[in-house]
């Protein structure tokens, strides 16, 4: 039995879906889900018919703080930003894979990767810690390593590395995100700051249909079935 909470009905009455016609020429959108913190972040754009890229300026993103109640809302969500009945609009989908909460983060992952299977979608799986160093990189030099961190209450700390490429206030992965018994040295690839793993749910999702649009624009189109959560199971030191 679903459990209603007052932030989502609040959300819901706010900001109903969109209705059919109103989402560009085409009628294509992109959907970005981010489940990865106990916000649930959601975003919806239609697709520009001739150059399939998301139109930014018609985006819509929300943020939901459903914490334990994720399971519970998060379908309720979807369906009030989209209802089920304009689900085959769907061309593209994105999700975030983690690091993060274990359950938001795997039924994130889960709703994406059904989706993207019976609607015959592609699927796009970006990790939250570079979605973190993407959103603040334009505060950096290019070049700079970032470090994205998070710590775990008598687990460890989880550690990513990213690189600003120059120019293009874009980042790169220089090491993936993993689960240290104790915090990496500071200097380690040469980072120049540290940056706590804090996820802000609609600004992500945002980010996250640019970069499956960016991904798409360069010929790429990925299949579901390697999308996958990502969350430590155990410390592990390692040079």
């Given at each position: 039995?679903?459990?209603?909470?007052?932030?989502?009905?609040?959300?819901?009455?706010?900001?109903?879906?969109?209705a059919p016609g109103q989402q560009g020429e085409s009628?294509?959108?992109?959907?970005?889900?981010?489940?990865?913190?106990?916000v649930l972040g959601l975003a919806l754009a239609p697709l520009n018919p001739t150059a399939c890229q998301p139109a930014g300026?018609?985006?819509?993103?929300?943020?939901v703080p459903l914490g334990r109640s994720l399971a519970n809302g998060l379908h309720r969500a979807l369906l009030a930003l989209l209802p089920a009945n304009q689900w085959p609009r769907l061309k593209r989908l994105a999700v975030a894979t983690g690091p993060g909460g274990f359950t938001g983060t795997r039924?994130?992952?889960?709703?994406?990767?059904?989706?993207?299977?019976?609607?015959?979608?592609?699927?796009?799986?970006?990790?939250?810690?570079?979605?973190?160093?993407r959103r603040?990189?334009?505060?950096y030099p290019g070049g700079s390593v970032l470090r994205v961190?998070?710590?775990?209450?008598?687990?460890?700390?989880i550690s990513g590395f990213y690189r600003v490429i120059p120019g293009k206030c874009r980042v790169e992965e220089v090491e993936p995100p993993r689960l240290?018994?104790?915090a990496p040295a500071a200097t380690r690839h040469g980072a120049?700051?540290?940056?706590?793993?804090?996820?802000?749910?609609?600004?992500?999702?945002l980010q996250l249909l640019e970069l499956a649009a960016l991904a798409e624009a360069a010929g790429e189109c990925p299949d579901w079935r390697p999308v996958l959560p990502l969350y430590p199971s155990a410390p592990v030191d390692r040079p």
């Open positions: 039995m679903a459990v209603s909470t007052p932030a989502l009905d609040r959300s819901m009455a706010a900001e109903p879906g969109p009628g294509a959108l992109a959907l970005a889900l981010h489940t990865s913190s106990p300026c018609t985006a819509q993103s929300r943020a039924l994130g992952v889960v709703t994406a990767r059904t989706l993207a299977q019976q609607l015959d979608l592609p699927l796009h799986g970006i990790g939250s810690f570079l979605l973190v160093a603040q990189a334009r505060s961190e998070q710590t775990l209450t008598r687990r460890g700390v240290h018994s104790e120049v700051a540290c940056l706590d793993a804090a996820v802000d749910a609609a600004a992500d999702s």
